[in-house]
């Protein structure tokens, strides 16, 4: 039945798992040659000292193109740029020069309120060590994402949690989870409150393999769903096997698309 669907592309052609994924991937194909990207990146430079040498920015003339729902892994060794890239996409940090575009607006003229205000409304995240406010439950950490738009419905932030198995953990702190569980409450924290593209910096850095990969599936499951874009900083080939597109980062410039045969595993 594979061998029915039309030529999806080079980049796509190794993501392939099954007939159902081999359609999704296909319908992600197609948008892209429909639809403007969600993130536009062009010559982008991140240069941390004034005088600093080109070839010691931690981003050194990015360009990059992502669409609507695209899962993508942005593969590297630490210090290759991943975070630094993330940090610019969320208006976290600005570039030394270079234009960022998301959703249609130049991140640059939105200006630092602007940015805020993206922030809140528009974007998701998920780190590496997860980021729950200690003094808070499950429930009030999920709830406080919805506090935050001006969403103040509690039944959002319960269904939330039981999307991703922790309804009956809401009045649990996290000192009182597993790992995987305080992760899974900052996946229901990033989707709450619906945004459009979600940016997960080393999401399971801190799990071990097993626990990763049950992360990995419920975050990936839930964009594919959602139809939310979602990004994914890695330096580990597990996270590259639930992603759409592997971009890899070598020295601060994503210098090719790679196949999941080339990954080193």
């Known amino acids: 039945m594979l061998g029915s669907l039309p030529i999806i592309g080079e980049s796509f052609k190794c993501r392939v798992r099954d007939e159902k994924h ?22 982008l430079w991140k240069q941390y000292g004034r005088n600093d040498p080109p070839n010691s920015a931690a981003l050194r003339g990015v ?93 959002l ?23 995987g569980e305080q992760q899974r409450v900052a996946i229901a924290r990033a989707f709450v409150k619906e945004p459009a593209i979600i940016l997960a910096d080393e999401p399971t850095g801190n799990l071990d393999t097993r626990t990763g990969e049950q992360v990995l599936g419920l975050l990936t499951r839930r964009c594919r769903d959602k139809g939310t874009t979602l990004i994914m900083a890695t330096h580990s080939p597990l996270t590259c096997r639930f992603s759409d597109r592997i971009l890899r980062m070598v020295d601060g410039v994503v210098v090719e698309e790679t196949s999941c045969q080339e990954t080193p595993s």
Not at 123 to 133: I, T
């Open 22 to 43: 081999a359609w999704e991937l296909w319908e992600i194909h197609s948008r892209r040659e429909r639809l403007p990207p969600v993130i536009q990146v062009v010559d």
């Open 63 to 155: 360009n990059l193109a992502i669409h609507a729902g695209e899962i993508v892994a942005l593969y590297g060794r630490s210090g290759s740029g991943k975070t630094t890239l993330l940090n610019i996409l969320a208006g976290l940090d600005r570039p030394t020069k270079g234009c960022i575009s998301v959703e249609g607006n130049d991140l640059e003229s939105l200006g630092e309120e602007g940015r805020t205000h993206f922030r809140r409304q528009r974007l998701g995240f998920v780190f590496q060590f997860f980021n729950l406010l200690p003094t808070l439950t499950a429930f009030e950490n999920v709830f406080l994402s919805l506090e935050l738009v001006g969403k103040e419905h509690p039944e």
């Open 157 to 179: 932030a319960l269904k939330a949690l039981e999307s991703v198995g922790l309804e009956a953990k809401g009045t649990r702190y996290p000192h009182e989870l597993s790992g």
